[in-house]
């Protein structure tokens, strides 16, 4: 199983030493040129580095539409949720009007989430644990998936409020949604396994691309330790010049 151990580099670890599998797209997340320029990169230091690596199998358990609108974002309205029982009409129906007025992306959505029966929180959850036995399952034939964590390279500072549902981001020109920041990453939350991120290379603004490499539970120790084998073979992390 991969890794070989923390004195081994990348280099020396043969093709039947780790079974890796790289899912770098999917339709209801596009990742832009800089990520899918990444995730080539690692492909191709693991396999100079003799590594056994598919791209996408079939087998994999989940696509992003399914983890996320059926699962993640139901588990996450409901952790959001808060006890309304001494909330009067009034306010209720002020909230309701401004979000009429300033529709900010998927604001509307995850009020309404808040709402949601335990019925629908349960069903949310289901879903949730069959996705987690196919991980199980998956998991008995790979050792790793590595993915990107974002669809984007690091979005630039900025000195304005924090707008989680109203400020998009651009993939290749074309505007997205802010919260699909988190489809790729969200994952490896359902799926109850670890993930470790690692630094690969800089984007054309400068400001870094990491991919996730995601194992099965209790499966730590491997993702860290890939994790900076990997690091070793790619251009990784480069301080900022005034931290360098």
Same mark, same amino acid.
């Given at each position: 199983?991969?890794p070989? @151990?923390?004195?081994?580099? +990348?280099?020396? *670890? ?5 079974n890796l ?7 209801? *997340? ?6 899918a320029?990444? +995730?080539?990169d690692a492909?191709t ?17 989940v696509?992003?539409?399914t ?6 974002l139901p588990?996450?309205?409901? /952790? ?24 900010r992306?998927?604001a509307?959505? /995850? ?5 949601q029966?335990?019925?629908?929180w ?8 069959e996705?987690?036995?196919r991980w199980?399952e998956?998991?008995k034939?790979?050792?790793?998936v ?6 984007? /390279?690091a979005p ?6 924090i707008?989680?549902f109203?400020?998009?981001?651009? +993939?290749?020109?074309v505007?997205?949604?802010y ?8 994952v490896?939350? +359902?799926s109850?396994?670890?993930?470790t991120?690692i630094?690969?290379?800089? @984007? ?6 990491g991919?996730?490499?995601m ?5 730590d ?8 084998l990997? @690091?070793?073979?790619?251009? @990784? ?8």
């Amino acid at each position: 199983m991969l890794p070989p @151990g923390p004195s081994v580099p +990348v280099s020396s *670890c043969p093709a039947d030493r780790g079974n890796l599998t790289v899912w770098g797209e999917d339709p209801s *997340c596009p990742v832009d040129s800089d990520v899918a320029a990444a +995730v080539d990169d690692a492909v191709t230091a693991l396999r100079a580095a003799g590594a056994k690596v598919t791209i996408r199998p079939a087998s994999l358990p989940v696509d992003i539409a399914t983890n996320h609108r059926k699962t993640f974002l139901p588990l996450l309205f409901g /952790a959001l949720s808060y006890d309304r029982s001494g909330l009067t009409p009034a306010p209720n129906a002020a909230l309701l009007a401004r979000l009429l007025q300033h529709p900010r992306g998927d604001a509307g959505p /995850a009020l309404l989430g808040t709402f949601q029966s335990h019925y629908h929180w349960l069903k949310a959850h289901t879903v949730r644990n069959e996705i987690r036995q196919r991980w199980f399952e998956f998991f008995k034939d790979f050792d790793i998936v590595l993915m990107p964590v974002t669809p984007t /390279a690091a979005p630039a500072h900025h000195n304005k409020l924090i707008d989680r549902f109203g400020r998009p981001y651009e +993939v290749d020109g074309v505007r997205r949604p802010y919260w699909d920041q988190i489809k790729w990453n969200a994952v490896a939350n +359902v799926s109850g396994g670890p993930a470790t991120t690692i630094p690969v290379r800089k @984007g054309r603004s400068g400001l870094p691309i990491g991919l996730q490499a995601m194992g099965p539970s209790g499966g730590d120790l491997t993702t860290i330790e890939f994790a900076a084998l990997l @690091g070793r073979e790619v251009e @990784g992390f480069v301080p900022p010049p005034a931290f360098a």
